[in-house]
């Protein structure tokens, strides 16, 4: 712990940042303790220490919330936008044989200190301006927060921040951003790549359009030069990307340069394409991801909502259980739309929809909000969704069934009837004296290879075809 001395407007910025913060973890602990006191409702049985604990948290972070506010008055008052013009009313001189009087100096009312923030909301070397008279007691309080949170990391496994912080740029994107950002800005005005923010969005990717794009831009500029790079060294070593990728040493270096030249557009046109669909693929994955959860959690949140819970709330259990971590960063999403950005739950729930990627949960949420509208029974609801989740995820399974079982019969009759067939013709060749100029050895890896390849092929297809979960 130490003092610093800041500005008025640093101190400032510093006591807000430090209030966003307290109140970030405040908004944590309130949301744990309404889960503990709906789990109790419920008739589940709670340790009473817990929320002891989670109230005593609390408390002490809205005490040292408000030390910190008790000082910013104070600060406003050294903030000016102008120099004051010195006096010009000129005082008496004291008399030569008194002593001439010291100016009163102010006395700092004012303290600068700098602490290693124990929450993970508070950046390491956080500085926070307080009054000199609430020190000592904001060091206790923050020293009994702490304590707190350790008991309650420890005995009872609560994580101190639940929220997803937003994350900084990364220093690829800046650098793509300088060379490319206002070309990126252009186009995107002009029309082109309708629908890159909204498809970033459903895919998870955190990135602007313009960030995103200017990123392809400049991947496809690094894949010009690699392309480059490659072509001498292609060149250097007498090689070719073609079959049988040896060129004749014949050949002049003009001929070599044109079987390879394509590699200068082609190169960088498939990053950009890359970049390009890189958050569709990345979509669809996440909402077959999604789609395997989703039946679980409408059974979840139907036996929630059977309690007569704050519709709310039953997400932020959902959330709270990590056991649907696809499903979870949607519902993310949607509890950010309430508690961030202010919307009420029907208008949160179809902003929600819009940018989901699955789009069995965009209509979960579509069917809720009708609901809500309509003054229906959250419950009915869900009950009715979840069977239909149900059933089409039990369609999905014996579907899979039928394509495993006849793809068994296609590996059995490949990979084990073929190779015996071909053993059978090989014998019936060998004695009747016709030969096809290839060794049994030969022949013998050929049919092993074969094998092997298929095998490959079936697991890789196998793999591909299966549903996640």
């Not at 104070?74 to 002593?99: G, N, R, W």
């Not at 082609?266 to 958050?279: C, E, H, K, Q």
């Not at 039953?314 to 509890?335: C, D, H, M, Q």
């Amino acid at each position: 712990m130490e003092t610093k001395e800041i500005n008025a407007i640093g101190a400032l910025k510093a006591n807000v940042t430090e209030e966003r913060n307290i109140l970030k973890e405040v908004f944590t602990f309130l949301n744990q303790f309404e889960v503990l006191e709906g789990l109790q409702k419920r008739g589940v049985k709670i340790r009473g220490e817990e929320k002891k604990l989670l109230e005593f948290t609390i408390a002490s972070l809205l005490l040292q919330l408000r030390m910190i506010n008790n000082s910013i008055p104070e600060i406003t008052k050294k903030i000016f936008f102008f120099k004051e013009l010195p006096s010009q009313t000129t005082k008496p001189t004291a008399p030569t044989s008194m002593p001439a009087e010291k100016p009163e100096e102010k006395k700092e009312n004012l303290i600068s200190l700098k602490y290693k923030g124990p929450y993970l909301a508070r950046e390491e070397g956080t500085f926070l301006i307080i009054k000199k008279s609430d020190r000592l007691r904001f060091l206790k309080e923050l020293s009994l927060a702490h304590d707190s949170i350790k008991r309650l990391k420890k005995d009872y496994k609560l994580p101190i921040i639940v929220t997803e912080e937003f994350k900084k740029p990364s220093f690829y994107a800046k650098i793509s951003n300088r060379f490319f950002s206002d070309l990126s800005r252009e186009l995107i005005e002009k029309g082109y790549f309708k629908g890159m923010s909204e498809e970033l969005r459903k895919a998870n990717l955190y990135f602007l359009s313009h960030t995103y794009i200017s990123m392809a831009f400049f991947s496809s500029v690094l894949a010009f030069f690699a392309a480059i790079f490659l072509l001498i060294l292609l060149l250097f070593f007498e090689l070719s990307i073609y079959f049988p990728f040896l060129i004749n040493a014949e050949a002049s270096i003009f001929s070599r340069l044109l079987r390879n030249f394509w590699l200068l557009a082609g190169l960088p046109i498939l990053t950009f394409l890359a970049f390009y669909f890189y958050p569709l693929t990345e979509r669809k994955s996440i909402a077959n991801k999604i789609n395997q959860e989703l039946p679980f959690v409408a059974i979840h949140m139907s036996a929630v909502a059977g309690s007569g819970i704050e519709p709310t709330k039953i997400f932020r259990i959902v959330v709270g259980s990590k056991e649907y971590p696809n499903t979870a960063k949607e519902l993310k999403k949607l509890l950010n739309e309430i508690n961030v950005y202010g919307f009420d739950l029907v208008t949160a729930l179809r902003n929600t929809a819009r940018i989901t990627a699955s789009s069995k949960l965009s209509e979960l949420f579509n069917g809720l909000a009708t609901t809500i509208t309509s003054g229906g029974k959250l419950k009915g609801f869900l009950d009715k969704r979840a069977e239909t989740l149900v059933f089409d995820y039990r369609m999905e399974r014996e579907k899979y069934t039928r394509v495993a079982e006849t793809f068994m019969d296609i590996y059995i009759s490949v990979v084990i009837a073929a190779p015996m067939i071909m053993t059978m013709i090989l014998v019936m060749m060998s004695v009747i004296n016709l030969g096809i100029g290839l060794s049994a050895t030969t022949l013998s890896f050929l049919i092993v290879l074969g094998v092997a390849l298929i095998n490959i092929f079936f697991l890789v297809f196998l793999h591909l075809k299966q549903p996640p979960g």
